[in-house]
């Protein structure tokens, strides 16, 4: 049976405050560069980086599988081995409605991310 990565859990998800600062101001503590990591990971690579980018700025804020796959030259077990990653990862909520999946970006982690890799102007730069 594979080992499923439980997912992505910080302080708070629903939380707009991110989770650290940024890489710029202050080492990243171990615990949570652990808890991060398996998100960079998902997106590290470029089929489910567009994925994400497609569910993330879907209209009325969830897409279906029926409309993602032909977005690709990939056969439908394989988009579905990279949403199930992303899901993994804490990136992606789904939820199945009848054959169909739809799934919805997690904004807040997407937030947690983005605040992490924040790089704020510093005087004299």
């Known amino acids: 049976m594979p080992k499923r990565a439980a997912p992505l859990s910080l302080v708070d998800l629903t939380a707009d405050a991110p989770c650290c600062p940024p890489l710029t101001r202050q080492r990243v503590p171990a615990g949570t560069a652990a808890t991060l990591a398996p998100a960079f990971k998902a997106l590290g690579d ?14 009325g804020g969830e897409i279906c599988v029926c409309d993602l796959t032909p977005a ?13 990653t992303l899901r993994e990862a804490g990136l992606v909520d789904a939820e ?30």
């Open 46 to 59: 470029p089929i489910r980086l567009q994925l994400m980018s497609m569910i993330a700025s879907a209209e």
């Open 72 to 84: 690709f030259d990939l056969t439908g077990p394989t988009i579905s081995h990279h949403l199930r």
């Open 96 to 125: 199945r409605r009848g054959t169909w999946v739809y799934y919805r970006a997690r904004p807040a982690v997407l937030r947690q991310l983005a605040a992490l890799l924040t790089v704020e102007p510093t005087a004299g730069r």
